[in-house]
């Protein structure tokens, strides 16, 4: 009986406890508030339960950049009501006083909400567990006075767990965009909402993402990349026509480098579908991948395609040039075709998708040659390069080399010093047969960079495209140095 009483009192100081905290997280994610900055008009709030972020959203676009930043599992909702489009736009071109200015009244504005929200938890969890208090008492229960002591002691570490792990803790270099909509190019369409009409999605990134970004996170002491040179990057099509019109718009006006993999057998069929490709980048730079083929090759550089193999670029008489490097846009470009492409000869057989030994050596030594001449290296085959990029990374180049990869369909970016080894992840979803929901998402990547005094990556964006249901995600890593920190 005795023991029946201790439980029963446990039991209703247990229920007093999750009683305020049901009402403290209620009250979070019920409490809402509206500011006016100089650029617009924002909605603050917090959703409990989800991975800590700190998460700017623009409605009337349907884009939003997510900051993980938040330590305790919930996510910091700041939702842009209204946008002053010029005031954006001077923000996008680095304004330093502008930005300084709105940066600002962005901070205060979040803060005065996050205090606000924590006392009105606080507050509400507190109410909560003193009205099921007094509900509970009496009968062979605990006393008022403890479970009172009960809500008041949980209202109190909520309040400090929320004042420790809700505000967001610092600003991040690695941002990532997303949105929704109900086609894939639904992503990379033009904004014209914000009145964006005749740019390109270049500008439409970076002056209405990147620059109502800035609202909320200073650039990590970097300057802006908005004015640099960019291209594109993409892989692993596998003959998806239906992912080239995102493709062409993503690239238009700039290179667009093509790892590998544009066909799966590289037969006359298929070749005759992707040609278009061609036209989608200014220029379009391309390496074979091993479900592409040795005829296909050809018929690209014929096309005006800058076709680049081990031993050059193919000439329009179907030889290689054997220059160690091509220049394309001022950039110093090596590709190396892939061993296992698919040849005419052979009836277009699949030679597998493992390199050999040997064949890793051979790239590691093509690699050396060009280690100190080439700025950008185009691989299909991560496991081909294996070798190679090992030993870049045990002995870094003394330049900034960006190496290309494909074949995993799954995008990735690794940067260390001068090295950086960069997966667009697969543009076409896998392929044709593969757009369900089950699939893999389509994937691209944008470089930019700078070249004054010699190139040097900037930033990497890795966009990535569901096409189930058309919603987009990017990803910017930053590749340069901090404004104090030598390069």
């Known amino acids: 009986m005795a023991s029946l009483r201790r439980m029963r009192k446990v039991l209703v100081v247990a229920i007093v406890v999750v009683a305020s ?39 009337v676009v349907d884009w939003g950049v997510r900051f993980p930043v938040v330590r305790l599992p919930a996510r910091v909702n700041v939702d842009v009501r209204s946008v002053n489009r010029d005031a954006v736009v001077r923000i996008a071109e680095a304004g330093r006083l502008d930005t300084e200015l709105v940066r600002g009244q962005a901070r205060d504005a979040l803060a005065g909400y996050l205090r606000l929200a924590i006392l009105v938890s606080v507050l509400a969890a507190l109410a909560l567990g003193v009205l099921v208090a ?41 941002p990532q965009y997303y949105a929704n909509g109900p086609e894939v190019p639904t992503a990379l369409r033009t904004l014209e909402a914000l009145g964006a009409s005749a740019k390109t999605l270049d500008e439409e990134l970076d002056q209405q993402l990147v620059g109502i970004a800035r609202m909320v996170t200073a650039p990590a002491g970097r300057p802006p990349v908005e004015r640099l040179p960019r ?20 690239a238009r006006g700039g290179p667009l480098l093509f790892v590998g993999d544009l066909t799966d057998r590289g037969s006359p069929f298929e070749q005759s579908l992707v040609l278009r490709i ?11 991948g091993n479900h592409d083929s040795d005829v296909l090759e050809r018929k690209l550089a014929r096309a005006g395609a800058i076709v680049l193999t081990r031993d050059g670029r193919l000439g329009g008489d179907d030889r290689p040039d054997g220059a160690l490097v091509t220049r394309v846009r001022g950039l110093r470009i090596a590709g190396y075709d892939d061993p296992l492409k698919r040849l005419a000869r052979d009836g277009y057989r699949d030679n597998g998708a493992t390199p050999t030994p040997a064949q890793q050596e051979e790239f590691t030594s093509w690699l050396q040659a060009r280690r100190n001449l080439a700025d950008i290296v185009m691989v299909h085959e991560p496991a081909l390069a294996r070798l190679a990029v090992d030993a870049l990374r045990e002995t870094p180049p003394t330049k900034p080399l960006v190496v290309l990869e494909g074949h995993t369909h799954k995008s ?3 940067h260390v010093g001068n090295l950086t080894v960069l997966n667009p992840g697969s543009v076409g979803g896998g392929g044709t047969g593969n757009l369900t929901e089950l699939s893999g998402d389509i994937g691209l990547a944008r470089l930019t960079y700078s070249r004054n005094p010699g190139f040097a990556p900037a930033a990497a964006d890795l966009i990535e495209i569901d096409p189930a249901d058309g919603e987009a ?15």
Do not use: C
């Not at 509900?135 to 949980?154: K, Q």
């Not at 061609?278 to 074979?288: E, L, M, T, Y």
């Open 231 to 250: 291209l594109t990057v993409a892989a692993d099509l596998h003959n998806n026509v239906l992912a080239l019109p995102a493709l062409e718009r993503a």
């Open 134 to 174: 007094f509900a509970v008492r009496g009968g062979s229960g605990p006393r008022l006075r403890t479970t009172l002591a009960a809500a008041g002691v949980t209202a109190l570490a909520a309040g400090v767990a929320l004042v420790v792990l809700l505000p967001p803790r610092s600003n991040v270099d690695t």
């Open 412 to 414: 990735g970016i690794e």
């Open 21 to 59: 905290l049901a009402g403290g997280i209620t009250a979070l994610a019920s409490f809402r508030l509206d500011r006016s900055l100089d650029v617009g008009s924002v909605r603050l709030s917090v959703e409990p339960s989800r991975h800590g972020a700190l998460d700017l959203y623009v409605p």
């Open 278 to 288: 061609v036209r989608s980048g200014a220029p379009f730079v391309f390496v074979s």
């Open 473 to 487: 995600r990017a990803q910017r890593r930053r590749l340069d140095p901090p404004a104090d920190e030598p390069r």
